[in-house]
């Protein structure tokens, strides 16, 4: 059964291992086709989709490091391109 990215979530291999700030988690890795992030837009960024209910998505290392800079300002993530 697809979810809203068109992975078919329930045939993926949960076998990558993350250790977060709430202990270890599991993941399936994927690869985005393209991912936008306003005006910032890359293609073919590796990914993973974890087992864990989570109310948003998050914005990995696998995007970041492709920006020139990223930095936290007040209540601000400033991503320079």
């Known amino acids: ?3 809203a990215r068109g992975f078919d979530i329930a045939g ?3 076998g ?3 250790e977060t700030a709430n202990g270890t988690g599991h993941g399936a890795f994927v690869t985005l086709d ?3 992030v306003g005006p910032i837009a ?3 960024i ?3 989709v974890n087992r864990t209910a989570m109310h948003s998505s998050l914005l990995g290392m696998a995007f ?3 920006l020139k800079s990223f ?3 007040r209540d601000k993530l400033v991503l320079r391109y």
Do not use: I
Request: proline share 8%.
């Open 1 to 3: 059964m697809p979810n």
């Open 12 to 14: 993926l291999a949960y």
């Open 16 to 18: 990558g291992e993350y």
């Open 34 to 36: 393209k991912l936008n």
């Open 42 to 44: 890359f293609v073919a």
């Open 46 to 48: 590796p990914a993973s």
């Open 64 to 66: 970041l490091k492709r």
């Open 71 to 73: 930095e936290f300002s």
